[in-house]
């Protein structure tokens, strides 16, 4: 089988996603019998290229780590914007990777939408269009016979999501907990160890975890439109990130951090999405856990989700040790998975 | 879609796995269109029953749990023991939940064999058929064109080897570490608790998670055949539970537990396989373990297991509050991935 795939943004995601093809080539047609072509390339400040024959993979992760533009690559007629893009580009599954406002969800939505339209498989590592539009998008993908998935816009490529289709059957999710989102986790556990706040943040900066405007992050944006995608996906809810009850980490400080440790515990900010009747109640909030909590020991840019359901009590995954690669491979299962048709 | 089933054992997990049926039952027509009759139940010690029709569940129920034989509910010519009721039930998957001899993989690798040969669809709980003959029963499984899942053999019903199939594609799992015993984790909390060895035993006893007889536990078997299990189905060994680097924890005293709390550590039996070149070697030992391992915080009757892969760094289940619901459910789901025809 040979799949023609188009990436949509090409930034550190993208291109690690674009060194695993490399790097799995062979594997993919050992274990899989799949052979690729990557068609098209969109970026928002690189240019584009599309080439039917497919592209030089190589050269267009030369050019973009060199700083040059894509556009030498391209064949064929101009395509003004990405919804050009998306429809001129021949291809099979699209791989949709670009920037996010995640008070808006867009513009991936819109690109998400737009490439479902045109039936083609959609792959997203973009919260945005799960936390945005899940129901109207999973249904546009099931009428025009696409996969949809999204395996890393969740603790990156562990497979939250995946074990939710394939493992969750028949059962009831009743609560999600987790810690989700690397910056402020990481800014916790630098106060813990003795920076201000400033200076944690600084910290996380430094080590390319933290935006330079990190206040995405800090309020409890980026947690918030996490746990709506767990809720929306895993307990059947339909909210959105402004119904999460959400407050940041900006007002912890160093004080509030010694008398958690005081207490035998820590301070982690925490997602949740808990089911009251027929209601599904989301929030993002920093709170004291005990040390006899799994949550508690997960440091540093490590994630973690509890799922409890009717059938499994608790059942937590912890991802340690992330990178984009790991990101990048959750796409790549997901596009084995459309591959292998098990997106009904 | 309706199914028939067929069950071998009717101990804790398989009349766990009786009344999950019953419970779900609306929910699998309703979900998944799914109509089942279970058509035969075999025991060691209660007799066996064989209904075309379909027997009367909760009657079976009532039946066990007063001490009653099944062979008041069986039609049809007798059947001398379990491989004649293999032979003789109609069915399409049996669920396989019968004792296993640790150190031999029987007779539970004789009735699944005997299972596959007749064409039916298998699910077991039973780690022995997957330790001992994985790579028979799989090859005879793909001939036959049936199904045979095993995801309550290990982590009760936590989808680790679900995992495997559906999430760790086209990537090498390098190692794998884990505390896979209930008995000696429980029996090491309760030293750190400042029982003596014997009386953390009883008190394992008492709470139904130890065996009367509780040596395969202590001394590393049980851990040893689910290292073995993960090791071949997960890294592509060829491994027996003999081949395992095996110590127990009978040696193990309250001296010890305090010297590692002392080191700002505990104490866990830890089953390990690593890849080293062509090879992957098993050890399951007790070992100290510092408490910034999440494996550390692993406490009671709780499990977990951490596998590192060449695509994700780390990636740790735990699976807490286990009961024989709990292994019912990972059989449950085993038999509905058998419906949905994933099973290839």
Request: proline letters at 4%; aromatic letters at 4%; hydrophobic letters at 45%.
């Amino acid at each position: 089988m040979h799949i023609r795939i188009a990436m949509l943004g090409y930034g550190k995601v993208a291109r690690a996603l674009a060194r695993l093809l490399l790097r799995k080539t062979d594997t993919l047609r050992q274990e899989y019998d799949l052979t690729f072509d990557v068609t098209g390339i969109a970026t928002r400040s690189r240019g584009s290229a599309i080439d039917p024959a497919g592209l030089d993979l190589e050269e267009a992760l030369r050019l973009v780590d060199s700083g040059d533009r894509l556009d030498a690559l391209h064949q064929g007629p101009p395509v003004a914007d990405t919804l050009e893009f998306i429809a001129a580009c021949p291809t099979d599954v699209i791989m949709e990777a670009t920037w996010l406002n995640p008070q808006t969800g867009q513009p991936a939505t819109d690109y998400v939408r737009a490439a479902l339209q045109a039936g083609r498989h959609v792959v997203t590592a973009n919260k945005g269009p799960v936390a945005y539009a899940y129901r109207e998008l999973s249904a546009l993908a099931r009428q025009n016979n696409c996969g949809f998935f999204f395996e890393s816009t969740v603790m990156d490529g562990a497979p939250v999501l995946g074990i939710g289709r394939e493992a969750l059957l028949a059962t009831t999710v009743n609560r999600i907990r987790g810690i989700l989102n690397s910056t402020t986790n990481l800014v916790l556990t630098g106060l813990e160890e003795g920076l201000t706040f400033d200076a944690a943040v600084a910290s996380a900066q430094a080590v390319g975890v933290a935006e330079a405007n990190p206040s995405n992050d800090l309020e409890g944006w980026d947690a918030a439109v996490k746990i709506v995608v767990l809720a929306n996906v895993l307990m059947g809810a339909d909210l959105r990130p402004q119904d999460v009850d959400r407050v940041g980490i900006t007002d912890i400080t160093g004080e509030d951090i010694k008398a958690a440790i005081a207490e035998k515990g820590r301070i982690k900010l925490i997602c949740e999405a808990v089911r009251e009747g027929d209601l599904v109640r989301a929030s993002v909030r920093p709170i004291w856990l005990p040390l006899s909590d799994p949550l508690c020991h997960v440091s540093r840019t490590s994630s973690a989700v509890t799922l409890e359901t009717d059938t499994l009590h608790h059942l937590t995954l912890v991802e340690g040790d992330t990178d984009p690669t790991t990101t990048a491979y959750g796409m790549l299962v997901d596009m084995l998975n459309i591959v292998r048709g098990r997106f009904d």
